[in-house]
């Protein structure tokens, strides 16, 4: 094993102990050890993410592996964002800490290539922004999704938890549509087409749709009951979307077989 990769192991294995244990503990109302791990873990974790730079030479988007550690790094970000605007959210911090753990166990498990050519289809000045704004509307359906099953499974404080579901929902759609709507725009650039129905950008509009569906049925008597429905099946488009179009075979024709 060369040593960059050993240094990115050792780093991942780091983040993801010290995020898992900064969530249980925050779960047990110890926040300042909980704290120190949280913030350990995201130096790990950003040590992660300029050793691909600096070996890459560019914005660390292109392969999944960058992807994934990238998007464990943007989970406690955002937590503190929330904590600022909607501080009655606070209490959804160890959701966020086991967020970040998850994109970045599936990193042990996947080849990693640790130097990555950049395609001519991502040399461009849309790349970034679009994967960006995916990365943060994923990071917040995440742990809208962990605190669904959270609720579902044990339905302790039904008026809280049903609340920071749809405030972290109403947060990571926005993303999401400027996400596709970069897409849009770096597609007409590249193809010179807006819209190709490629796979990848079918499941994309699945996704939007479902997530559409749920706040629609929040506001319909008649479908409330569905919503954490539209919920789960967005975010198992998403996975769709993100994880399973890329890690099936190439699909023959499809625009973003880089991915």
């Known amino acids: 094993m060369e040593f960059i990769e050993l240094l990115a192991l050792i780093l991942c294995l780091t983040a993801v102990t010290c995020y898992l244990a900064a969530g249980a503990l925050l ?3 110890k926040t300042k050890p909980a704290a120190m791990l949280a913030a350990i873990g995201w130096l ?21 592996y960058q992807v994934l550690s990238d998007l464990s790094l943007v989970f406690l970000v955002i937590y503190l964002l929330i904590a600022v605007f909607e501080k009655d959210q606070r209490w959804v911090a160890p959701y966020f800490c086991f967020g ?10 996947m080849d990693k290539e640790m130097r990555w050519a950049l395609v001519p289809a991502l040399r461009s000045g849309w790349f970034v922004p679009h994967v960006f704004s995916y990365m943060l509307s994923y990071a917040l359906a995440a742990v809208a999704f962990i605190l669904t099953v959270a609720y579902l499974v044990n339905q302790n404080h039904p008026v809280r938890m049903k609340k920071a579901i749809y405030t972290i929902h109403r947060l990571s759609f926005p993303f999401m549509t400027i ?6 725009l770096w597609a007409d650039q590249v193809w010179g087409n807006y819209w190709q129905w490629d796979i990848k950008e079918i499941w994309s509009l699945v996704t939007g749709m479902l997530y559409l569906c749920y706040f629609h049925a929040l506001r319909s008597s008649k479908l409330q009951k569905y919503a954490f429905v539209f919920s789960i099946l967005g975010f198992a488009a998403l996975i769709v979307t993100f994880l399973c179009v890329n890690l099936l075979p190439k699909i023959p024709g499809s625009l973003h077989t880089y991915a």
């Open 179 to 184: 996400g596709l709507l970069f897409g849009a």
């Open 44 to 64: 790990a974790n950003l040590g992660i993410f300029i050793k691909n730079w600096y070996i890459n030479g560019y914005p660390p988007f292109a392969s999944m």
């Open 27 to 29: 779960l047990r109302k």
């Open 100 to 109: 970040s753990a998850i994109p970045l166990i599936g990193t042990l498990f």
